[in-house]
Structure formats: C-alpha cells, structure tokens
C-alpha cells in the first residue's frame, strides 16, 4: 500500500471494451453490401444466413439449406411454370447479352443459352446480363452527357446497376431484369408512361423485397404458436408468409419480364410484342402493391408474434408483482401505442413512402458494423414526412432483428401539443420501458432507485437526472449488443432539450454498441449542440440527392391516397389529371398531400378538378386557404376551439374542451356535439381515441403566428379566459374525497382512477389553469383577475384543498408550489395585500406538508391540524378538521421559519452545503449518497452514489456545474482511514474524476475561478494539503507536507492560495505560464497559533489573518512587508473579509462584529441589537456584500457572515449553535440543519411575513427528559431541563390535559445533575399523586395533585432500592435511614420497615431482612404480601400484617432474573429464573411449579416479564429482546401458544404486560404501540391466539399516528418524537394513555393530542362527524 500512499489515480468515465466479448448481430445482406468471404468473416458468423428447413414451397428441396436465393428461384420457377412462352421469350432476350448481341434491333439468330435446370449456373449467367448492362448504361450515360442530353432515367439506371453488381450472385436473378428494364427505360425504347411508373415503383422497392426473407432465415427453431413443429419446419403463419414472400417475388418478376419484352422487338418477337401492347399496366402493378401490401401485413403478425414469444421465454417466471409495479409506474406512455396512433392518424404506413432509404448510404453506413456512425440525424422542413419514415425504418429494423438476443430496439415520439411526451424526461422514460420489455433483466438497474424513491424517482420535477443515469448505466450493460435507439421529432421536446442533445452526444461517444437515430427540423441549436460529435452522419430531406426519392415516396403517397377516391375510380381521365397536379404541386411534402386529399373525400368537394386546382402550393398558404374556409354558420365556435387547442399545454379530451366552450353536455361519455364542431374545424383537428389533437406542430406555429381572427385581443386575452373558464369547470367538480379512498393514508402509489373518472372534465383545468394565468399576467389581462375578492381569490378560498387534492390524485402537486410561489412573486400581485397573504400562507402550507404529495386525504387531517393557528387555509378550512381529534395540538399562532423537511436519506446525514446561485442543496449521509434537492419546491433531484458508505463532506464549484464529494472507510488490512474525493457533473449526474489516499478530509475550498481545488485533512501521521487542477484531472495533486492543525486555505481572485504550515504562511502562485506553480510569498510566523483564518484583497496584493493573541495581520504582498497589526477582539475571531474596495476589513468574532479602516487603523464595533436584514443593508451600504461572485473566497467566508448573523439566526432556529450539521446560502437568507438522523431542514432566515413564532424561547429550548401520564389521560407530569447559557435550570411540571395548560408548575430546588423518574402513585391522605425520582442524589419526592405542595416521604436508604407504596396508598415499605432506627436490633440488621402514610411514622419491622441491595419490593394487590427480589436473584415474600416470612420452595436456591409478580387474588408469584424457567408459587402451600418444562424446544425465549390474567388461569411471558408472547394454562400447567407480534411492531421495543380487566384479555405496552392478544376460532375444539394493535399509537418510523395498527395522522418532521426510531428510547417520549397520546418533540415540546373513543376509518367524513 505504500505506493498508494499519497498516490493519486483518476478513473474518468471512459469508452470501455466490454467484460465480455460481444456478439454482434449480423446485418442482412443488402444491395450495397459486400459478400466477399472476407466480408463476411468480418462481420461474424451471424452475419451470414443460417440454415434452417426450408418452407412448403413449390418446387423447393427441405433438405437442403434455405438461402435468400432460394426464394427468388421459386418465383422465377413457378413463374415459368406458369406463362412459359413469357419466360422463354426472356430468357433469349437475356441470351442476347450473354452472346455480346443484345440490340433491340439485331438479326442474331434467337436462342435460348439461359440454364434450364442449373439454377447456380443461371445466378452466374444473370449476374454477366447485369455487367453487361452496367457497360450499356455507363457508355450511353457517356454519351448524353456530351451531348447535353442527360436525363433523370439515364442517370436513375447507371446508380441502379451498378448498386444491383453489389449485391450479386445472390440477387442476380431479379436484379438482371430490373437492369435490363432500367437501360430499356433510359433509352425509352417501347416504354408507356404506366410501365414506366411500375419498373420505377420496383426499383424503389427492390431493397425492401429483399430483406423480407432475413426473419424467416434465423436460425433459431421456433415455437408452434410461431409457426414450426418440433422439428423445425416451418408452418402456421411462418409457412403463409413465406408463400405470400415468393407471391410477390413471382409478381414483380412477372412485371419486369413484360416489361422487357414488351420493349424488345425483334423479328422473332414481334407477335409476342403486339400481344403485350394489350397488358394493363395499372392492373399488372396494383397485382404487385397488393401483393406487397399482404407480405407487409403478414410480416408484422410474424415479427410481433415472435417477439412476444420471445419475450415471453425471457420473462417467464422472472417478473416479480414489484417489477410489473416498477413498470407500470415508469411507463408514462407506450412508445408502440404512439406509433400505432400516429401511423393511424396520418392514413397507414406506406411501405413506399420509406423504401427509399434503406438503400441510402448514409443509412447503411449507420446501419453498418465495422466503423460506423452511431448517430445518424434526419432533418428536413415540416411536413416532409419524417415521422412515417421513421416509422418504416423501426418496421425494417424489427423485422430484421425478429428473435435476435444480442440486437434491441427502443423509440420514442415527440409531440409538442402533448406534455406527457414533450419533454426529455419522458423520452429517456419511454426508451427505458421498451428496453426492459426486450430484455426483463435489465429492470435490475431501475429497481434499484425506485425500491428507495419509489414513484417519485420517474415523475418529480429533477427526474432527469437520476433517469438518465439509469439509461447510461443500462446501455453499458455487457448482456446488451447492438442497441438502435431511435427519436422523433426532437425540435418538440419543449423541455430540457439541451441536457437531452447532450447526452445523446456523451453516450454516443462514450458507448460504442449504442446507435442513436433522430429527426427534427432544420434547426440551428440543435446542430450546435450535435457539432461536438464527430461520428454523426446527416441526412437532410432537402438536398438534391434527396429531394428525388423524397419526391418519389410522395408521388407513391398521392397514388395511395387517390386509390381511396371513389369518385376518381369511375373516371380514368380525371384521376390521372388530378394525380399530375396534386405532384406538382406537392413540393415534397406529404402533409401538403394529406390535408389537401382530407379536402378531396369531404363530402363538399364534388369537384375534384377544381380543388386540387384552386389549391395554393405551400403548407402556410394552404393553411390560410383552410381558415378562409371554415363555415360561415359557427365559425366563431371554430375559432375558439383551434384557439383553445392551441394554446393548450396538451391535448384536450372532448369532454374537457366541451366544458371548457362551456356547452351543455359534458359529462365525460361521448360527445357527438363536440365531434361534429371538432369536424367543422376542417383539417387542423384530428380525434384519436376521445384526444383531440393539432394535425401538426406546423398547424400550431401557423394558428399561433399567422391567425389574427384567433387572437383579436391577443394571446393573453385567451389565456387569461382560459383561466377563468377553468376556474368555473374547478368550482363545479372539486370537493372532498373525490375518489372515496375514506382511509386517510391512501397513497397514490396504489390508487387506481374509477370509472367514470369524477376528474375527467377537470383533469386539464386543475393542473394547467396557472401557467394560462401566469400568461395572462405576462401579457397584461389580468387586471381584473389578482385582485382581493376577485375570482382567482374567491376559488382559492373556496376550493383551495380540493384543487390540492386533485393535483395529489394526479401527481402533480409540485405544478401548486411552483403556482403559488410565482403569483405571489408577481408585479400583478402586490397591490392585492389580502389575495398576497393567502398566497403565501397557502406556499408555505403546501410546501411544509410534503405528505400531501402521496396521500391526498392528509390535506384535511396532517396538514390543517399541524399548521400554525393563525394560518390563513386553517382558518377557512376549520370545518373541514378531523372530527375525530377532541384535542388537537398546540402549533403556534405563526408559521415559523422552518420552511420544509427533506426525508430521503436511510442513514445519518453529515454535512449540508448550498449552490452558490441557492436553487440546490447538497446533503451528505452514511448511506452512501449525496442527494442534491431543489431549494425552492423541496425535489430530489439526484442521487449521487459513492462506492464508500460514509460521505461526509460536499461542496460545489463557483459555477455551480460540479460538486465536490468526500467519503472515508476504515481499511482493515491496513488499520487507517482512507478517504475517497470524487467530483461530479451535475447536469449529467456523471462523475468526472476521483482519487483516494490515506488520512481524513476536513476541509475544501474551489478557486474563485473553479479551475483549482484545496483539500486539506490529516494523514496517516501529519497533516497535508492537495491541490487539484480541475483543468488537467488526469494529473495527480500537488501534495504539500506539515501544515498545522488546520489550514488556513485562501484563494485570491487570481488564483494564488494562502496554506498555513508550521511557522510560516506561504502565498503559492498556481498556474505559471509552463503550467506548474511555485512559492510567491512566505509570511513569517513567530506564534504557534493555528491559523485558521485570513483573506486576500480584492486585488490580491494584500493579506489578512489572525495571528495568536487573537490580533489581525495585514500584509502586502508585493513588498512583503507587515502593514499593521490590529488590536480589538477578546475572543476567537471567526471570520475576515475585504470590503470591494480594499479600504475596510470585516471582522467577527463569537460575540461581536468590527469594521476595521485600513488607513487610519480605526474601529467600529457592529451594534449588537441590530440584527437580521439591517445588519446586510449596513455592511452593503460599506462595500461588504455576502454575495459570491462580489467577495474575496476564503474558508472563513460562512464562519464571518454565520458570526455576524448569529443573534439574528438563533433567534429564528432553536438552539442554532448546538445543532451538529447547518449550512448558510451564499446570499445570507437560507440556512439548512440537520434535524435528527436522516432528515434536513430548510430555514428562511428573512420571511416575508412581519411575525415570526418566537413564542416562549424558553419552552423551545427545554429538553423533555421524562413524562408520566395518568392512567385515564387527564394528568401529566414532566421533567424537563432547560439551558438557559450560564445556568441550567430542572423543572418539574403537573399539566391538567382537561384545560391544556400547566396548573402547578413546580420548581425543583436540586440543581445537580441527574435524570428524574416520575410517575403518579397513591397517597394515604392526598389520594393520587405525583412522584420523582433523582437517580444521582437517589432522593424520592411526591407532589400533592390537587394543591401542588410537597408531600412528607420517610427518608429511605435509597441505596438498597426503592420503596413500595401500598395499593391503597396507606402504607410504604423500605429501609429507613439509620437514624431512624430505635434498638440494637435495628442496628444490627438491614430490615425493610412499614411506613404509615397518615402519621408519618415507621409502625413495623417486617422479617425481610436485606443483606445485599434490593432491585424491587412489590405489594401483592390486596396488599396482603411483599415480595422482595434481592440483588442476587432470591426472592423473598412475607405477610404484611404479620410481618413473618412465607415459605416458598426451593426459593434460597433459585435465582429469578425478573420483576415478580402476584396473581389477582393475591394468592400465586411468579418469576423467572437465570434459566430462563417460568416458575409459579402457591402462597398457601409454598408449592413450585416449573413451567418452562411444557415449553416445545422450538421456543427459545428467555421470558423477563410476566402477567396473570384475572382469574389467574393463564400467565403470560414475554421478553423485552424478542417478539414474541408465550401463553401458558396454569390450571393444566400446559403450554398454549407463542404469539408473535404484528409486522407493524416488528422491532419496538417491549416495556410491560398486563391483563385488562375490561377488554378482559392481555395487553402487550410497547414504546410508542399498544397490543392486545386476541382469540379467534382453529376448530371446534381449538382456538388460535393472535396480537392485534390496539387503541392509539406512533409507527415505528415515528411517522404516523396509528389507530389500531392503521396509518391515521401523519407527523411532520418537527412533530416526531426525540429519540431514534432504529435505538432504544432513552426517554419515555411517547406517552399513552386511554385515547390521549403525548409526544416530546425536539423543537416543538410537548405535543398533546386526545382522540374520539371509536374511530372507524373506513366510513366518510359526515358519519365520522355524527359519530362524534
């Protein structure tokens, strides 16, 4: 290890080979692929196609393998079988080329050399025709180009050929007659214009005919369902397909075969020519795209039916119930299901309108393996058809990947006018579920983060973070192979667009086997951000050599779209002349097609000719022509539609824009009325599953800029009605519990929307009507609507927790805080001073009551009944109080500072730091984890994991785009500490670079600049610093030696660092111009004072720092010179700082503040009176700002402004200085502690409201260190001690709970330190009282209930245990002091003694004798014996009335580890021994029964509590370690049952057990719970025994209220008990009693609560309120 000591080794994220060799998926073998063996090698084996048993075709031999080929032999096959004379006559066409004399007017001699029955010799004759016609087209291509006579034919035919030579021998046969059909096309030698378009339309299609087979030929057998018997040969639906696969084949070829023939005329031929001339072309290609269109369809059942098959082996047995849950939490919308929607929504899929590019190269660089692009962008204008082509390209690569393990596939839409898929979250969202549903295993990585976070980890407000991480994580997994990942449309991701384009950069250079394919529109942020990758292909829909096949699949879109036109088919004529204007005029857009043939099918478009005619070319023209259109006759109801789906935020549901037009039916079921003005609307609108959406994003910029008859008023105008039309629609269907969840834990985690859906019409309203007002109020129209009593205000008073509770059922209760604190923060606002007032009580109400997030009913339970009494929502809500709680809590009359608690950590957190700008805070825990929050709605945003459990520090860099994390582990094999530093990029949540060295970390401090990071912390045996140049990460630190006990670290703004060592400061100049740095300056140091701190001035030439005898050194630093010493402070300085300046130094120590003159040298003290924001306006008005980017950096920057502010601070947060953990923002206005374990609280030091809760700064202090509460609730004693600085000060205090207040508070004299017992007891003469006990001073006290005074005890020896008192109160047994004692008897024995209570005086000496301390005397419950356990373990019992012993056997050799305990009537005891035995005695007889003897050796408790019931019957045995209850039958001296406790008590801890006399069955007290041990019926003979909570309680977790073992009343973070729910209670800080429940909470004391005597929680609010 020494040469890790003090070594540094950067792991950066790096491209990484997998662990594992890959097996990369082969590619199908293309036209523009090699198929060289070479090639192949190269590509892996499963590149090449694999043998499998060849279909039921006609004419093929199954027992051979099936090879692409094959398929296209048995067209060709079957062809000839068919019109052998049409083959024949081709075939000597062919033969022509094959004998060098292929003119169309040649006299050879006509014979047929083509092989009859060698079809590998005919692939070699066929793959020569093409040669040849490459040499034909090249050499004519030649030809027209000097000529200037070059045509889109000739050209078309040469890049045809010579792409059909690639692809030879395997796909010679077809791509011969296409070749030979493409050179008679250049040439136009007998070609129609029909025939033209079908050799065009397969030419375009030949790729695709092509890769149709690939999913046919895996070599995998596959199951029945799937189409193949056990053997592996194929049937079902696999067997169709193949058919229908050399169909079509045979259909294609059939077609090109005329096609030549037809155009070659020879004299041989002539007849067979003529005869041709009389083919229907038209109907001879619609056989071919009908043919297409089947396979098209057979091919996706197959391909899906596989993959679902596939899936199903993969996921079989393997999805747990919390999978399928993580799932479905996850998917925010099903990727397929868009596409399905969207293909639908535009007309269908055309497999033309894509064909094109699976021939691209670009596409099939992308697509490539070796040395390939991972990303390829597809770009073009509007309405050019990127969607569908998108859409194809999935289809091709499912189909060609069908049953690959090693090749996934995942995409995602992006739609603009939806929020549930416009923004970054959801695509990352969407790309995971798609993945998990291909490889189930890969779900491990989300669990993981959702086991802890839960739903929340998908949907709050920072989700990306975490999201992405997760995806990168997954893509790296070694089980992955070649993974596409395809994006559409990324120009309508309106949110988080940046951080999306950045990690599409990052994981494609980061993670080879990754290929990202995307869209958009030409747009120039987005190629900015693409720039940086350099492996990136573009393909752009308008370039030239595009622009033709885009044209192309437009030209095939128009002929689908007419093809649907009935009026057209009857008039051959008329078709075809609106088909050639309608390819005018398209322009490449298919959008301009569709919406124009959407105009063609209405019903008003009886004139084909004149439409498409009158129709402008353009998309924006047209859409002007479509408004101008709309009907005269509800025009204006079509106006406010396309301006309310406009402006909308996401589609609206018909039921939601019927209610928002405000129409008379909108119920939620359908709506023809709303359908039919949706129609009206012409093509802008389409309907798809009851969502209506805009037609295309073009549609919404065009409405959004270019319609002035939508916006007359402007767009604010529009928001602003929408607001208020949401508002009505909200008044309407909000109220209480809407969904009927009554039990008022309900989480949302398990909620599912009932149908109808009460939310349906107001879905949209209630989550969207702010962001329409903040609009409205950006664009002035709102006068009207924030003003007090104005709309906005009315219905927040009204409906204010109705509207939260339909944003918990819908989650989105976060879109509330970011409302409320926007409105407030509003210009628009601040003349509203009561709408002002509602709208931060109702921030800070919805921001503190985090619980309403998860369980919506809490609102009107948690949230009203811990909100202050002055709140504004409580006021108004006060009716809507649980009717259940007779005593609610005492909250205050004011909000105080805490202004929210973030839970999330499971360990202890260690530091808290805030971002330099205050939107995040960083917390550190022993959980491993750094968890950045969102400051302003109380998210998390990420969790940074580290591989060391204990994280203790964090920091951020000055640009708040990394942080700084320290973790430590002590190392076993070497016995020292080792820390581990880690920096972190925050957008990506990725880390940057680490190191790990010996010692620990105390200290770090980032540069001005952020290039530079100090570190200091103690080694293994000295001190040292480190300083790493973020620039260079790769680098090591430099490491400095022997600094002191702390450093004094600095930096200036020009980056020099000030480090204390010994004696000596040095100044180091960092960054020197050859990149390394050296020692500027060395202070001399003459003190062993720790320096800890000092400060540069603002031009760096002077320093400061505090030398021993707490005086404050300035320094130049050009000359080296000490420029004065100032004198002033008596007690450790805290903090320096330079005014902007350079002429004033800020200076603080624990008590007082200074302003120091550097030129006079003169001083002024800081008043101490003032304090909070007078103090930030003073020192600003001086020059002194707290702001980060204006003050000199300095370790002791936080410590100065914390000393200057602390009389303020401590004022707003309970004993500040003691709280372990805090951190204050940069801008002196927040500050974050650490309360309790794992939660972080956040402060406003400077709330907006005047009045701050300061009520009874003693009370808050006070330390609660023991509660007694009376058995029926009514009374309370407390014990508290409270630090008042100079003095601590004991209290014990008698509450009467019937008036909530302290009746009798009475001071203890005794100021010794000591914890006090207190419980109540019985007095003789007074009745019930209340009793202490000092354990320091071992001195007994009792308080008088009723008047308050002391009451005369008998002074006991204390020190040989504590006295009993008498069950009626009369008496008191206990050894008396010695000089009490009245004989030499006494004297000469320790026996216990009788105390009479109403005369005060010792009236008998029992037979007790003690002779080592006791730990219990008990009086049994008549009061008849007293039982003695010596300290030892003997137990010893006596009559009271005669004071003799009783005999118990065997009694003086058992030793009884346990309290005893008497029987009801009196007349049994038992105990337990050292050996764990239950043992009973019968008093009269002296009799000993043993019944752990009867306890099954499966039972290994060792019992120390026990209880008789009350007919002594049975005896119940339970022990404070275990979780269990063992019962026994006394009469049968049988062992019963072991009970063990409820999963909800699992881990409380065990304090008592006791018989109930009126439930009459045992009752188990836990800390915190209540238990009761029920019977229920086994069988007729048998009963079962089974322990149920009972009454009132606190959760384990200290989180919940509970009735009965149910969740009832959440506790917010300041409402919980003190002590750890995971440790054993130092303090009774719960206390029960009948249905009142007490709490000792750390900041807000006591916290009584009284309920209603029955609860049913299952019934609803208005039968809970009659029931009370």
């Known amino acids: 290890m020494d040469s890790f000591k003090d070594r540094v080794s950067i792991s950066r994220l790096r491209d990484r080979p997998s662990q594992r060799k890959r097996q990369n998926a082969g590619h199908d073998l293309a036209p523009g692929q090699s198929s060289s063996p070479d090639a192949a090698e190269q590509a892996g084996p499963s590149s090449l196609p694999r043998p499998v048993a060849t279909p039921a075709l006609p004419k093929s031999d199954s027992s051979m393998s099936l090879q692409p080929e094959h398929f296209w032999d048995q067209a060709y096959d079957a062809l000839k079988a068919e019109s052998p004379k049409l083959v024949e006559g081709y075939e000597k066409v062919l033969s022509r080329y094959l004998t060098g004399d292929a003119g169309p007017d040649s006299n050879a001699a006509e014979q047929n050399a083509i092989s009859q029955n060698n079809a590998e010799t005919r692939r070699e004759q066929m793959e020569r025709v093409i040669r040849v016609a490459k040499e034909r087209t090249e050499k004519e291509a030649r030809l027209k180009e000097q000529a200037g006579t070059v045509t889109d034919a000739v050209l078309t035919a040469k890049n045809a050929v010579s792409l059909a030579l690639r692809g030879v021998p395997q796909a010679s046969l077809p791509w011969a007659a296409t070749c030979v059909a493409l050179e008679m096309l250049a040439n136009a030698v007998g070609a129609t214009k029909a025939s033209r378009k079908g050799i065009t339309h397969i030419k375009i299609m030949m790729h695709w005919y092509f890769s149709l087979v690939h999913p046919l030929l895996k070599g995998e057998k596959t199951r029945n369902a799937m189409g193949s018997d056990d053997t592996g040969k194929p049937s079902g639906l696999k067997q169709q397909l193949g058919l229908q696969i050399v169909e079509l084949y045979k259909a294609a070829l059939s077609y090109e075969i005329t096609f030549v023939c037809s155009c070659y005329r020879h004299r041989g031929l002539v007849v067979l020519g003529d005869l041709l001339k009389l083919e229907n072309w038209d109907q001879k290609l619609k056989d071919v795209v009908d043919s297409e269109r089947r396979v ?65 190269e670009q596409f099939q660089h992308w697509r490539g393996r070796e040395n390939s692009s991972r990303l390829l962008w597809i770009k073009g204008d509007p309405g050019k058809g990127k969607t569908m082509l998108l859409c194809g390209i999935i289809d091709e690569l499912q189909r060609l990947n069908a049953g690959s393990d ?3 596939l995942a995409w995602f839409f992006c739609q603009a006018t939806d929020s549930r898929i416009n923004n970054a979250t959801s695509v990352i969202r969407g790309l995971l579920s798609l993945l998990i549903e291909q490889q189930p295993s890969l779900i491990s990585y989300v669990r993981e983060e959702y086991d802890r ?40 991701c309106t949110s988080n667009l940046r951080n999306l384009l950045d990690f599409l950069v990052r994981t494609s250079s980061l993670i080879p086997h990754v290929k990202w394919l995307i869209s958009s529109r030409n747009e120039l942020h987005i190629e900015q951000r693409l720039s940086s990758l350099e492996d990136q292909a573009r393909l752009s829909l308008e370039l030239k050599q595009t622009a033709a096949h885009v044209s192309d699949a437009v030209n095939s879109y128009i002929d689908e779209r007419l093809s649907h036109l009935l009026s057209l088919q009857e008039n051959p004529r008329l078709l075809q002349e609106v088909r050639r204007i309608l390819r005018e005029k398209a322009n490449g857009t298919f959008l301009w097609v569709s919406l124009v043939c959407q105009e063609l099918e209405s019903p008003e478009s009886w004139d084909p000719l004149s439409v498409v005619e009158d129709v402008p070319v353009g998309l924006y023209e047209l859409y002007d022509r479509m408004m101008k259109n709309l009907p005269t006759k509800g025009r204006d109801n079509c106006h406010q539609i396309l301006s309310f789906a406009t402006l909308a935020f996401r589609p609206l549901h018909l039921a939601e824009l019927a209610c928002l037009l405000r129409l008379p039916s909108s119920t939620g079921a359908p709506l023809p009325d709303m359908k039919r003005l949706t129609a009206m609307c012409g093509s802008f609108l389409t309907i798809r599953d009851g969502q209506v959406y805009l037609v295309h994003q073009s549609a919404k910029d065009y409405l959004s800029s270019h319609s002035s008859n939508l916006f007359p008023s402007g767009q604010g105008a529009v928001h602003s009605d929408l607001a208020l039309r949401s508002l009505g629609i909200l008044t309407k269907v909000l109220h209480r519990d809407m969904y009927q969840l009554r039990k008022p834990d309900f989480s949302i985690d398990v909620l599912k929307t009932p149908s109808p859906d009460p939310l349906i019409t107001a879905r949209y309203s209630s989550i969207f009507w702010t962001d329409h007002l903040l609009l409205a109020c950006s664009s002035d129209r709102s006068e009207s609507l924030l003003k007090d009593g104005g709309d906005i205000h009315a219905f927040l008073q009204k409906k204010f927790l109705y509207w939260l509770e339909s944003l918990s059922l819908q989650r989105h209760v976060h879109k509330a805080v970011i409302a409320l604190n926007a409105i407030q923060n509003s210009p628009k606002a601040a003349a509203s001073p009561q709408l002002l007032e509602f709208l931060h009580d109702a921030y800070r109400f919805t921001l503190y009551h985090r619980i309403i997030e998860t369980c919506p009913l809490q609102i009107y339970s948690s949230a009203l009944v811990f909100s202050p009494t002055g709140s504004v929502v409580r006021k108004l809500f006060i009716h809507e109080e649980p009717p259940w709680m007779v005593k609610k809590p005492d909250t205050g009359a004011e909000w105080d500072a805490c202004v929210m608690s973030l839970d999330g950590h499971t360990q202890l957190v260690a530091s808290v730091a805030f971002s330099h700008d205050g939107k995040f805070l960083a917390s550190t825990s022993h959980d491993h984890t750094v968890k950045l929050w969102d400051t302003n709605t109380g998210s998390l945003i990420v969790a940074l994991k580290h591989t060391f459990e204990k994280v203790d520090l964090a920091a951020f860099s000055p640009d708040d785009r990394l942080i700084i994390s320290v973790a430590h582990k002590f190392s076993l094999v070497h016995k020292a500490f080792v820390s581990q530093v880690t920096l972190w990029n925050i957008s990506s949540s990725q880390p940057v670079g680490s190191f790990e060295f010996f010692g620990m970390l105390d200290s770090l401090l980032f540069s001005q600049s952020g290039r530079y990071l100090a570190l200091g912390g103690q080694s293994t045996e000295r001190r040292r610093c480190r300083i790493w140049d973020l620039d260079q990460p790769d680098l090591a630190p430099i490491v400095i030696h022997n600094t002191g006990m702390r450093h004094l670290l600095a930096f200036s703004s020009d980056d020099k ?5 010994c004696n000596k400061i040095e100044i180091w100049t960092l960054g020197t111009q050859d990149g390394g740095q050296k020692v500027a300056q060395t202070i001399p140091v003459h003190d062993k004072y720790d320096h800890c701190y000092g400060c540069f001035s603002d031009d760096g030439q002077r320093f400061a720092f505090v030398s021993e005898n707490k005086a404050i050194q300035v320094w130049d630093l050009i000359t080296g010179d000490c420029l004065q010493t100032l004198y002033g402070h008596e007690v450790e300085i805290r903090g320096l700082c330079f005014s902007q300046d350079d002429s004033l130094l800020l200076s603080s120590d624990q008590a007082s503040s200074k302003i120091w003159d550097l030129t006079t040298g003169e001083c002024t003290n800081i008043a101490p009176s003032v304090v909070g924001t007078d103090i930030l306006e003073d020192l600003r008005n001086q020059g002194f700002s707290p702001e980060p980017q204006e003050f000199t950096a300095s370790m002791a920057y936080t410590l100065l402004w914390k000393a200057i502010l602390k009389r303020h601070i401590t004022t707003i947060i309970k004993d500040y200085s003691n709280i372990c953990g805090r951190a204050m923002s940069f801008d002196c206005r927040r500050c974050a502690t650490i309360s309790g374990k794992s939660t972080v609280q956040l402060w406003d030091l400077f709330p907006r409201q005047s009045k701050v809760n300061r009520q009874s700064q003693v009370e808050e202090r006070a330390s609660i260190e023991g509660i007694a509460l009376s058995s029926d609730g009514a ?23 019937a008036k909530h207040e302290k009746s009798h508070p009475l001071w203890l004299r005794d100021c010794h330190f000591g914890i006090h017992e207190i419980w109540f007891g019985n007095h003789g003469t007074t009745g019930r009282c209340l009793m202490s006990f000092n354990q320091l001073l071992r001195s007994l006290h009792a308080w008088d209930l009723a008047t308050g005074n002391p009451i005369q005890l008998p002074q006991f020896d204390t020190t040989k245990g504590l006295p009993s008192f008498s069950n009626d109160g009369q008496h008191c047994a206990g050894t008396p002091r010695t000089i009490y004692r009245t004989s030499s008897v006494d004297q000469a024995t320790d026996n216990i003694h009788l105390f009479d209570m109403k005369t005060g005086k010792f009236t008998r000496r029992l037979a007790l004798q003690v002779r080592t301390p006791w730990t219990q005397l008990v009086f049994s419950p008549n009061d008849k014996y007293l039982a003695a356990l010596h300290e030892e373990g003997e137990l010893v019992v006596c009559e009271v009335a005669s004071g003799d012993l009783v005999h118990l056997e065997s009694s003086e050799r058992t030793r009884i580890t346990c309290m005893p305990v008497f029987s009801q009537d009196s007349s049994k005891i038992a105990g337990i021994s050292g050996k764990g035995q239950v043992l009973v005695w019968n008093l009269e007889t002296g009799q000993r029964t ?14 120390r509590i026990l209880a008789f019931s009350i007919d002594g019957t049975q005896l119940a045995a339970a022990a404070g370690d275990d979780e269990n209850i063992l019962l026994f039958d006394l ?53 079962g025994y089974q322990l149920c909570e009972k009454g009132y309680g606190v959760s384990l977790n200290c989180k919940w ?68």
């Open 1601 to 1668: 209220v509970t009735k009965d073992g149910e969740n009832l009343l959440r506790l917010p973070a300041d409402y919980r008990p003190d002590s750890d729910p995971d440790s054993h209670p130092q303090v009774n800080d719960v206390q029960i009693a009948a249905n009142t429940l007490v709490i000792a909470t750390e900041r807000k004391g006591l916290m009584i609560m009284k309920f209603a005597p029955d609860v049913d929680l299952s019934r609803g609010r208005d039968e809970l309120v009659s029931r009370a």
């Open 406 to 408: 090693d090749t996934s």
């Open 1275 to 1297: 009374f309370m004693g407390v014990f508290q001690e409270t630090d008042l600085g100079d003095t601590v000060t004991r209290q014990i205090q008698f509450w009467d709970l």
């Open 453 to 492: 976070a839960g739903k929340s980890l998908f949907e709050d407000a920072n989700s990306w973070f975490a999201l992405s991480e997760l995806l990168t994580k997954m893509l790296q997994d070694p089980s992955l192979g070649t993974t596409y990942l395809v994006i559409d449309a990324l120009d309508e």
């Open 1057 to 1061: 660092l000030a480090i204390s060592l």
């Open 1531 to 1583: 009469a049968t001296e049988r062992f019963l049952a072991e009970v063990s406790f409820p999963r909800a008590s699992t881990g409380a801890f065990l304090e008592s057990v006791r018989y109930d006399e009126e439930d009459r069955c045992f009752h188990v007290n836990l800390h915190r719970q209540r238990l009761v041990l029920n019977t229920f019926p086994v069988s007729d003979q048998e009963v």
């Open 296 to 360: 098209q369809e057979s091919s996706r059942q197959y391909t899906a039916l596989q993959m679902t098959m596939r899936l199903k082996e993969l996921v079989t047995d393997q999805k747990t119930d919390k999978d399928n849950e993580c799932l479905k939490d996850l998917r925010i919308t099903d990727p397929r299901h868009d596409k399905t929607r969207i293909e639908n929504t535009k007309g269908g899929l055309l497999v033309g309108s894509y064909a094109w590019i699976l021939v691209n």
């Open 1490 to 1503: 043993s019944l752990s003897e009867r306890i099954p050796e499966a039972v290994f408790l060792r019992p």
